[in-house]
């Protein structure tokens, strides 16, 4: 059974600060990771995905991925309490559409 | 472009009632996907469907509940005599008929059905 693990948070940081929002995965072999932004109340929106080692950067946003390690990290450089929502870590699951969801992690940027 | 549709966003049902939850894909995706959300838990697969047909459906609990996708018209998940532990946010999402397994799902804001 594919899981993934996240800190529920809430993680609280500063406006202007560098969040770091991290992410465990319990199968090896998997290759594709994305994470999702959820308001509340509101439908999942991608923000990044990431398929190989190493960064990758997106303006703000910066996913880390390390498979030796089966760890995937987001960071958001210069937070906005805008970015306040939930950020779903999310596995592909092995057949179209099939993802593995995180429960998230609740971010607060205070300002 | 409007984006997936779904209705309604809340639903309440008595136990032992039927629940219809329904799914417009975005303009041009023929791939619908339906998750659950139960109350502090991660998203979780339930079905996969093209037109007419169900292509993974290994998420979903064996009895009660049922997808569809007709030629015409949304998509629908269906539960027959819903029970308390059924309560939980129903997202839909759609991709493109290009879409891989890479592909980004877009999804509804979802359906919030409660039983009482």
């Known amino acids: 059974q594919k899981e993934v693990e996240q800190n529920s948070g809430p993680l609280s940081v500063p406006e202007g600060a560098i969040a770091s929002l991290n992410c465990t995965y319990s199968?090896?072999?998997?290759?594709?990771f994305f994470w999702y932004r959820q308001y509340s109340g509101k439908s999942p929106e991608l923000i990044m995905f990431?398929?190989?080692?190493g960064d990758k950067e997106d303006g703000r946003f910066t996913a880390q991925l390390n498979k030796a390690s089966q760890y995937v990290s987001l960071l958001i450089r210069d937070s906005q309490p805008s970015d306040s929502a939930t950020y779903l870590c999310?596995?592909?699951?092995?057949?179209?559409?099939?993802?593995?969801f995180g429960k998230g992690t609740k971010l607060s940027v205070k300002p | 472009n409007a984006g997936v549709m779904q209705n309604p966003r809340h639903l309440v049902r008595r136990r032992g009632q039927e629940a219809r939850l329904r799914c417009s894909p975005m303009?041009?995706?023929?791939?619908v996907y339906w998750y659950r959300q139960l109350p502090e838990e991660g998203l979780k697969f339930m079905v996969y469907?093209?037109?007419?047909?169900?292509?993974?459906e290994s998420g979903m609990p064996k009895e009660r509940f049922s997808a569809e996708f007709p030629k015409e018209g949304p998509s629908i998940l269906r539960i027959q005599q819903v029970v308390r532990g059924d309560s939980a946010a129903y997202f839909c999402?759609?991709?493109?008929?290009?879409?891989?397994?890479?592909?980004?799902?877009?999804f509804g804001n979802g359906t919030r059905l409660t039983v009482t």
């Open positions: 999402a759609s991709s493109p008929p290009s879409a891989d397994s890479n592909s980004p799902l877009h």
């Open positions: 199968d090896r072999g998997s290759q594709s």
């Open positions: 990431i398929y190989s080692n």
């Open positions: 999310v596995n592909y699951g092995g057949s179209q559409g099939n993802l593995i």
């Open positions: 303009k041009g995706h023929s791939h």
């Open positions: 469907l093209q037109k007419e047909n169900i292509i993974d």
